[in-house]
């Protein structure tokens, strides 16, 4: 599966990017000086931090071109209604658990097979 991460901080982005591959997945990232371009192809999952407002018009405009794409939200901040609009797969608060992390991703990339 292919898993877009938008996170705009660098070390944060890396560790996401990691677990992703670790799971057997392709991590791929927007492009652009302020990561702003989303990445050419279809991705399977969006794993974002709700908390910046590109990252959220970014996940809008993924839902508009695909309903039931899975989201998983990664954020400092509790969830918002903007972000609740997403319907996310998870909402994970952090600092959380790498196996957190993991079971979100899980659930949302198992919703693709189930949906098929």
Not at 61 to 86: F, G, N
Request: glycine share 6%; aromatic share 4%.
């Amino acid at each position: 599966m292919r898993i877009l991460v938008i996170e705009r901080h660098a070390e944060v982005r890396a560790l996401l990017g990691h677990v992703v591959e670790r799971l057997g997945h392709e991590p791929v990232y927007p492009a652009g000086r302020r990561g702003d371009v989303l990445p050419e192809g279809d991705v399977d999952v969006l794993l974002l931090e709700p908390a910046d407002p590109g990252a959220l018009s970014a996940a809008e405009a993924l839902r508009l071109r695909r309903e039931e794409l899975p989201i998983v939200c990664t954020s400092i901040y509790p969830d918002s209604e903007r972000a609740r609009q997403l319907r996310p797969h998870a909402y994970l608060v952090k600092p959380f658990g790498l196996a957190e992390l993991e079971r979100a991703l899980a659930m949302a990339v198992e919703s693709i097979a189930a949906a098929a």
